[in-house]
């Protein structure tokens, strides 16, 4: 009985695996447990744990061996809700084409516009944009809320020089941790060259009337901000 209940296990899996998108950020496991700060994983069959076939009374690991390219340091999860987003990332995306970066959320994303007006519309296959820039923010309007996976190199963002026009730019957040946006806009200040910075909520930093309703910059976000003449910035290091 046990003989037929493996084989018939396998051969669940085997099928479930063909059609499964393998992911190349994907963690290891074992028959046993593994686990860390953020992850547990247990009885994955000892093979990486990136896939699950399951009904109300039981949960099936599935999976195939694969070498793992990138750490957690090196991939940034942007948490998207319903609606217009304002995002931008940290790492430098190890593949820059908007297909790729969006492909596993593709039929949850409307359109992506960049500062120029350029639009990713996945849905006609329209690619105006290109490749990320990871100096630039990006407008997203999601069907329903998602996670977007982005994986890739860290930046370095003291060695990191991001050039602004005159007028409004879409600006990145380079650093992996949030920082007070006085402080991160510092030198545009410091040149009577920023007029107002926006969040995606609404909120707004206006330095010439010490307005500031933004409070911290943080990681994964984008800011619109306005300068009266071109700029460039660099943020403080992590």
């Known amino acids: 009985m046990k003989i037929i209940f493996i084989v018939l296990l396998m051969s669940v899996i085997s099928l479930h695996s063909q059609t499964y998108k393998i992911k190349n950020y994907v963690m290891g496991s074992s028959a046993a447990t593994v686990s860390n700060d953020d992850f547990n994983f247990r009885n994955t069959l000892g093979q990486p744990a990136i896939g699950k076939i399951q009904n109300v009374d039981n949960i099936i690991g599935s999976g195939f061996w694969y070498t793992i390219g990138k750490t957690a340091d090196g991939m940034h999860i942007i948490y998207l809700n ?9 790492v430098e995306p190890e ?6 970066i969006f492909s ?3 039929g949850s994303t409307v359109i992506v516009k960049n500062n120029s007006g350029q639009i990713y519309y996945p849905e006609f296959d329209i690619n105006d944009i290109g490749n990320w820039d990871v100096k ?5 309007y999601m069907s329903k809320a ?7 190199e860290k930046v370095v963002p003291e060695t990191t020089e991001i050039t602004l026009s005159t007028g409004w730019n879409m600006l990145a957040y380079l650093r992996d941790n949030a920082l007070d946006i006085e402080i991160a806009l510092a030198s545009l200040v410091a040149d009577d060259k920023l007029v107002i910075a926006k969040d995606n909520m609404g909120n707004v930093f206006y330095p ?3 307005i500031n309703m933004i409070g911290n ?9 306005y300068l009266i003449s ?9």
């Open 82 to 90: 319903l609606g217009w987003n304002l995002i931008s990332t940290y």
């Open 95 to 100: 593949i820059a084409a908007l297909e790729n």
């Open 104 to 106: 596993e959320i593709e």
């Open 136 to 140: 630039q923010a990006y407008q997203v």
């Open 146 to 152: 998602e996670m977007l996976t982005i994986p890739g």
């Open 208 to 210: 010439a009337f010490d």
């Open 217 to 225: 910059m943080l990681p994964g976000q984008g800011y619109q901000i």
């Open 230 to 238: 071109g700029a460039t910035l660099t943020y403080p290091e992590n």
